[in-house]
């Protein structure tokens, strides 16, 4: 993988643990020539991430909307910014940039990226890894509310195996990397964005 997206929060989160994983995070794509799409936010894990590679001289691209884009929030030392129109722009242009993406600790806009992530996987739409980076155990909830989907019949098992979770950075790369796509049962009708 060349280009991974990394989701996660405008905020820090209470435990410095979070900070700490996200900057490991970082150095394991400056030690293995990964490069960085984000949302662009110089604040939080978002900050904490980016500032982390570019100490390193590792390759950062941040995606943010228009709305977003004043200087409390844009982060100034980056390698390339593209600025989009929107919020959903944003995602459009980050997953046409990406060969995969990672989920760390977040709010909704963490949430957001990552469901959308997953939902072109199980359209189809899509073909690439999608992980989660469960520091502290912080998406155990989620992924709870993912059994009681697949439980309730509302999601496939074998869309829900699509995800991919690991507390450990390099264990969670390693699996990104020999991801394959779930065989399809059904003919899903390619969907054009
Ligand atoms: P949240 O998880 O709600 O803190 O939102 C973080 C995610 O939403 C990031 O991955 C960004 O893509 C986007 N986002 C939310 N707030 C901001 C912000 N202030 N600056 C840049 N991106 C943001």
Excluded: W
């Amino acid at each position: 993988m060349k280009r991974i997206a990394v989701f996660c929060g405008s905020s820090l989160g209470f435990s410095e643990t979070y900070k700490l994983e996200a900057e490991k995070l970082g150095t394991y794509f400056c030690e293995h020539e990964i490069d960085m799409v984000y949302g662009g936010g110089k604040i939080g894990m978002m900050g904490a991430i980016a500032n982390a590679m570019i100490e390193k001289n590792g390759v950062v691209i941040g995606v943010i909307p228009e709305l977003l884009e004043h200087e409390e929030v844009m982060h100034d030392g980056v390698e390339e910014m593209i600025v989009s129109k929107s919020m959903s722009d944003r995602k459009v242009i980050i997953s046409k940039l990406v060969d995969g993406y990672i989920a760390m600790p977040g709010g909704f806009g963490t949430m957001d990226e990552l469901f959308e992530a997953l939902t072109l996987s199980q359209l189809g739409i899509e073909s690439k890894p999608v992980g989660i980076l469960n520091t502290n155990g912080f998406f155990d909830h989620t992924l709870a509310q993912l059994d009681v989907m697949v439980a309730e019949g509302f999601l496939k098992a074998s869309n829900r195996a699509m995800l991919i979770v690991s507390d450990s950075v390099d264990d969670l790369l390693l699996q990104m990397k020999d991801y394959r796509e779930p065989i399809r049962t059904q003919i899903i009708d390619k969907v054009v964005r």
